[in-house]
């Protein structure tokens, strides 16, 4: 099967079996930074991305799906020079332990500061509640993407 | 020496973001699967369906057809090399009682072949056509009954022993034994006010770390063999690959890249041996990765059965206690008798007693294997110790808070434990230097309530309740365990920091360039970290024992001060040739801080960037540069005050934790905020054990739950309130006051939350996890009298 989509910006196109998952697609063809947790059936959250903006657990997601669709990974959202909001406030407020799910969590987060500007605890917690994280007790997770709605209000910048 | 002022520390003591955390954020930072992975073949572990069974032949040549195939290894193939697969020291204080595979199997889920090919699905496809004649033989799937005579003996293997001079019996199926006594235990029984007993049962449970194990091998130009593996032990995995597989160290380079946590899972050294073989059999690159399924079943925590018994005055003293112990450490004996006497070692010397009695075995099973799990053993123990207590204190109508504060061990005093209890040998005798367990307690009662919310349930059917209790941990095994760190100086004034120690996302890494930047001036900026590869870094025993801030943390501040002594003297001739200060300044006066090396009168510096660039290329050119190791000859504890609100539904009985208090004294935070994420964390885990956690199987020994559907970890819909009370203290043996603070948090939730239980509905919770099902049982249970 032919796939043509976009990732992270770039127009891409995959040959990829009818049956694979947009998971394996993107890591076969070099995209790391999407990580797994579960024997591909969902329940880890450390494969999310973005498609057309929304979160999406890609392991359970056809590839069929990302056709003609923006797949946004973590990569996309900055770099250790300009970075997210949300990755510096996850590295400011040590959200990052392992590091291991912080890929997922930071789509998921986006996701949710992309439609709710100034989420409460308890939005935070539905939205991130399918990304499983062992080692931060989500604590700092949480306060991390307040920090970041809060500092995303200042400057007004979107992104 | 007095104790330095920690206001004055400039790099110590304050939030640094984690070095490697934003390479995280961005998605940049390599896992072993992110590394290079070229063409590598897939490798796969053949699972035994067979709790206890024996393969009376087994032939591959079906297997080895299938197309794709490139390496099927059965027994036969590989050396008869017994070894144990807990990354501890040498010699290990655990059972040899495993080969990399054996013509037996011992439970559902142990190694049967290895099967190499390229793919996955070709792999099992191959694991399902070996013709394998099974021997089934009767299980042991109850730790009670596997000492009864006639039991099923699951180690009958020629040549298993224990390496260490200690009891070990595997024909009664019993892994490992030990016991200590001091004073009279039988007086204090007879002749107490009030004597109390109680037996309690903790549950098995997995870590979880959200990347299950993996592990890559090639062999690289000189016919070494590499594997990148997520370890939490470089320096044991190469020597263990090196022993089971009858090959040299020196053939074998291990290299820990960034690991998706290890929590004690990998700290098992499992299936590098497995990978090295498959890349030595087929000379290719290999790659295997654990399913979560697999995971489930690889280490798990040991579910111990703990007996408390003791002896009490009326006003709350105590006499004395024994504590009996049932390990049942699965079908390896991996960890057994080091876990089970963490059991004592960890959590009776927290209070005062003159008379104390210890006795312990850890039994084989045909159920998973134990290993090491955060808290090793003083998770299970505590839980038994803290409601054990809280009924004691109930009986002698003392506040379960005022009864810890009379009795909890102070600073200046030792405990008879210490020296009794070691790894398999006496323990090393210690007295507390620092504890600020008091405030703790103080503060954690206060931030909770105590006072005014405890006792008070409530008329609805969900009744609120208030449980507390205390822990204390180690720091580093003493006298045994070594780190080792290495420092040398770059022409900019940066400094490159190589260390055996593995940072499994603890920031491990960071903490050690804080302490190192810390002694030569500088920031974390100026140190580049690179740490765990057994070809370019120094030695370290690992992650492992609350170890790493304390023991390699230690060695890092030592190879500091070495650099230091070198950079005074170069910046001593510099001052004086270049800068034509007379008479040359004494290289001990001049004082190392914001990148610069002053002299003692503060008016004249030079900038490490001169010093380094003087020692590199200008005169009396030399590398600047030390490495320092550590031992250790003492394990301090960190303490800790838990409390915990809970709501008990008596409709449904389940439980929710509403607000959860941690109190906790590691000395100086080297990093408050990751010692606040290793609190939080660790409770967090801890609390999910408590809850939810549970392996369920079925009659033939086989896990029946091993997916997060079925298994249920803790997700951040189940969060309760969480207070978070760092409580500094100086402990004068850790660098600039440091103990650790990793483990000890995990003990708590179990035995607060049952305490809090019991404030709600007056039911006391003996067995874990304490889903609604156990909760409401006994529930109806009290109400039927």
Sequence with gaps: ???????????????????????????????????????????????????????????????????????TLVEALGTPADPHPLQKAFVDAGAVQCGYCTPGMLLASKALLDTVKDPSDEQIADALSGNLCRCTGYVKITEAVKNAAATMAKSGVRR | MSAPDPKDFKVVGKSVAKIDA?????????????????????????????????????????????????????????????????????????????????????????????????????????????????EVLPAVLDADKAMDPGAPVIHDEPGAHMPIPVPYDPKKNMAASASMGVGDMAKVLSGSHLTHRQTFRTHYAQHCPIEPHVCMGWLDPRDRVVLATSTQVPFHARRITAQALGIPVKRVRVIKPRIGGGFGAKQEVMVEQCVAAMVLATRRKVLLQMTRAEEFVSRARHPIKVTMEGGFNQDGTVNGMRMEVLSNTGAYGSHALTVMCNCGSKVLPLYRMKNVAFDAKAVYTNLPVGGAYRGYGATQAAFAMEVFLDEVAEKLKIDPVEFRRRNHIQPGEGSPVFAALG???????????????????????????????????????????????????????????????????NDDGSFNLTAGATDLGTGSD????????????????????????????????????????????????????????????????????VMKIEPRPDPARLTLREGKVFTADGQHSVTLGQVGLRSLYERDQHQIAAHASAISKKSPPPFSAHFAEVEVDTETGKVRVVKYVTAIDCGT???????????????????????????????????????????????????????????????ETGPYGAKSVSEICINGPCPAISNAIYDAVGVRLHDTPFTPERVLKAIRGAQKG
């Design chain 2, 669 to 731: 935070a080297i990093n408050p905020k990751l010692a606040e994420g290793q609190v939080e964390g660790a409770v967090v885990n801890g609390l999910s054990y408590a809850l939810t956690e549970e392996y369920l199987f079925d009659e033939s020994g086989r896990m029946r739950n091993p997916n997060f559907n079925d298994y249920k970890i803790l997700s951040t819909l189940d969060m309760p309130q969480m207070v978070t009370l760092m409580i500094p203290t100086y402990e």
């Design chain 2, 22 to 134: 934003m390479g995280m954020a961005c998605g940049l930072d390599q896992y072993v699967a992110d590394l290079d992975t070229g063409d590598a073949l897939c490798g796969y572990i053949v699972p035994s369906p067979h709790a206890h069974a024996r393969m009376k032949s087994i032939d591959a040549s079906r297997a080895k057809a299938i197309p794709g195939v490139h390496a099927v290894i059965t027994w036969k193939d590989l050396p008869r090399n017994l070894h144990t697969t807990a990354g501890q020291g040498f010699v290990e204080p655990s059972p040899y009682d495993s080969y990399v595979l054996d013509e037996k199997v011992r439970f559902v889920g142990d190694k049967v072949a290895l099967i190499v090919a390229d793919t996955r699905e070709i792999a099992e496809a191959a694991g399902k056509a070996l013709q394998i004649d099974w």
């Design chain 2, 423 to 489: 790894e398999g040998k006496p323990g090393v005798e210690q007295k507390i230097g620092s504890c600020g367990l008091a405030q703790c307690i103080e503060l954690g009662a206060k931030a909770i309530g105590w006072t005014e919310k405890r006792g008070h349930p409530g008329d609805g059917p969900k009744k609120r309740g208030l449980g507390m209790c205390t822990l204390m941990q180690g720091s580093s095994i003493p006298e045994i365990d070594m780190a080792a760190v290495a420092l040398k100086m």
């Design chain 1, 1 to 71: 099967m032919r796939l043509q989509t976009r990732i992270n910006g770039q127009p891409r196109t995959f040959e990829c079996e009818p049956t694979a998952t947009l998971f394996e697609v993107l890591r076969t063809n070099g995209f790391k930074s999407v990580k797994q947790g579960c024997d591909r059936e969902g329940t880890c959250g450390a494969c999310t991305v973005l498609l057309d903006g929304k979160s999406a657990l890609s392991c359970i997601t056809p590839a069929a799906k990302a056709e003609g669709r923006e797949v």
């Design chain 2, 510 to 577: 960071t903490v050690l360039a804080q302490i190192a930047a810390e002694v030569l001036g500088v920031t974390v900026d100026d140190m580049i970290v690179n740490s765990s590869d057994t070809d370019l870094t120094p030695f370290d025993v690992g992650a492992y024992a609350s170890s790493t801030t304390y023991l390699s943390g230690e060695a890092a501040r030592k190879a500091a001060l070495d650099v230091a002594l070198q950079i005074r003297e170069v910046a001593a001739d510099y001052l004086t040739e």
